[in-house]
């Protein structure tokens, strides 16, 4: 089983967890339902095209699913949501090129979420990112 496959039945099992999967006939789902704040977060390390990838789901009410889900949730939160709206954390980090290309894609709010990017290192995507990308125990 490669590890996308086992992370997308592990963000399933969260899911039927949370009680947001049912079994039976589908239905239309309530907005009621659904949480507000959710993202599925992926970190690949080098380029677009590795296979070196990792991933998880991330619920924010209540935090669930993240190594460091109420932190992330509480950067997202500060930012309204928008990962780019980040603050950049003041700290020191070599000049190693060693790409890392995150993606970031689900709800906040009424609004959707789609965002990726590449950062030179695991240290400046921390930096940027606080902990949403902190995928890592």
Request: hydrophobic share 45%; charged share 15%; with cysteine.
């Amino acid at each position: 089983m490669t590890y996308l496959t086992r992370t997308a039945a592990a963000a399933g099992a969260l899911l039927a967890a949370a009680g947001l999967l049912t079994a039976g006939p589908a239905q239309a789902a309530s907005h009621d339902v659904l949480p507000a704040n959710w993202l599925y977060l992926t970190v690949t390390k080098g380029d677009a095209r590795s296979a070196d990838t990792r991933g998880t789901l991330l619920l924010c009410d209540p935090p669930l699913g993240h190594a460091h889900a109420a932190e992330a949730c509480a950067d997202l939160s500060a930012a309204g949501g928008r990962i780019d709206r980040i603050p950049a954390a003041p700290v020191f980090c070599p000049m190693i090129f060693k790409p890392v290309t995150v993606h970031a894609r689900g709800h906040w709010g009424s609004r959707s979420v789609d965002f990726r990017e590449t950062y030179t290192s695991a240290c400046v995507m921390r930096a940027r990112t606080g902990a949403v990308f902190s995928l890592d125990d």
